[in-house]
């Protein structure tokens, strides 16, 4: 770490998550880009579909007699006038299976895989060090996203930008959680994932108006040549200034099985509380996803006339971040008084309260669009973060990034891919019907889930009277039959019990017998002296 950097120890842990957190907008900046210059980039690329589409805005919608986006056909479409003046133009519109290909799967296939890996990694390799090379990574891409000549080549270097970008939860979720206290948990892990979203609303402004600026005659290709510059200077940054935090409690204070044997990752993903939190964030996730690939496309599409670009940056930005932060401190809030459960019950009131809104904001014209996607945003956008939390807060310390790079195959595999369907269901009933499906119903969905998961966790902490109870009645049964009779525990991360052995009266080193596993109402060693590590647990959708 630079020297100075320890002259400033005082600011280093709000330094750390600064640069993890802008590392992460950029990289979601270079994915979501695509889905606002897609129709400039099909144009130039080919490839998509075609359709009629409003080519000025010397006229409103509200003045024409025809709207272009009603006429199928080339043909009709020139035909088409206003006092002698044709508004519209038959042109790719950056839609169809080709971009939603382009958009999710090809990102999503190598991301999640990818992923996978990178989490088992973390558990076991210096974090920084492979931070950098995956922001490297994903830099470079980016920036030769704006050189390409063919869609294969976008394609190509969408799954290179995935397997960089892949890194980037699991591997920073680790460095935080050993130099955040508990108490900041869903806080800083909600500040961090807001860069998804941070990304996403910057990707607006961005890829509409620098495109529009046409700088050194490049158009949508300085995006990307200007976010992959910024990209590599960050991994530098990375690299040199951050030091990888020493680990806290790997392989310590973890749950234990009947027989004294650590929990598995398997374990842990087979419990019940587990699986139903990955169906609902899958769920909620590909409600995102959906509006996050196409709001820019739709708004234009049906709104063509008016110009959306800095409203949705307001939104996504502005109050979304907002959502992000109040998730963040409510969920922490409460969750000391009312145990892990009051997490997911928090997710699920508030995707309740998002779902309607949702359905007003492709639903309504411009201005009450606009309101109630800021209402949406609101209370959809505090879910990331609190997610992550409940993850780490169920998972014992030795398989936690490995089961954070499972967790999010699964979420993103099925949340990320789903949004393919957008394109056949439009066919069917409508671009604006097919978004509200996949988009506003998927909200409430997932608000019946996380409910349901609710009554798998752990809620209002117990006693150590009823948890010595409880240990007691299952001392008997297997370590598969302990995690599924009970609700899913959460594990206080920063306390943990001594090392794995004892010191022994000839100076040699003892085997850690069953008898000094006991655990406490927290998951750890009531028989041993604990240690407080000043760490917290946290994580990435």
Known sequence: MIPVLDRLSGCYNAYVLGILTIGYILGELGHYLIGVTSKQTAIELDYGDHGCQQNNSMFSRHELTTQCGDVKNETSCYALDLNGTGYCEWNYNGLGI????????????????AGVFMGFAADKYNRVKMLTVCTVIYGIAIFLQGTVKQYW??????????????????????????????SKRALVMAIFNWGIYGGYGIAFPVGRYITKLNFFDLGWRVCYLGAGVL?????????????????????EGDR?????????????????????????ASIRHCGGMTFAYNADLYYNTYFPDVDLGWWLFAVTIGIGSVGVVVGGIVSDKIVAKMGIRSRAFVLALSQLIATLPAFG??????????????LSYFFAEMWFGIVFAIVVEIVPLRVRSSTIGVFLFVMNNIGGNLPILVDPVAKMLGYRGSI?????????????LFLITCFLLEGKPKT??????????????GGDAVLNARPMHGHDNSVFSVDETLPAA?????QLQPQHLQMSNNGYDKSMPARHNGAAESSRL
């Open 98 to 113: 080709d971009y939603q290909i382009l958009a999710g799967p090809t990102f999503i296939l190598v991301f999640t895989i």
């Open 153 to 182: 080549h976008l394609v190509i270097l969408r799954m290179i930008m995935a397997a960089g970008e892949s890194g980037c939860n699991p591997l920073a979720t680790g460095i935080m959680s050993d130099i955040f206290p508990e």
């Open 231 to 251: 990209t590599v200077i960050v991994a530098a940054l990375t690299g040199s200034t951050l030091k990888e935090p020493e680990r806290k409690a790997i392989g």
């Open 256 to 280: 234990q099985t009947a027989s004294g044997k650590p929990v598995t990752l398997w374990q842990v993903i087979k419990s019940p509380a587990m699986i139903m939190l990955m169906i609902a």
């Open 361 to 374: 904001s492709v639903y309504f014209d411009p201005l009450w669009a606009m309101i109630t996607l800021g």
């Open 436 to 448: 509200m499906i996949f988009y506003s119903g998927f909200y409430g969905i997932s608000s019946i």
């Open 464 to 477: 150590e009277e009823v948890v010595a109870a409880q240990e007691s009645q299952h001392k008997g049964l």
């Open 506 to 510: 000839n100076g040699r080193p003892a």
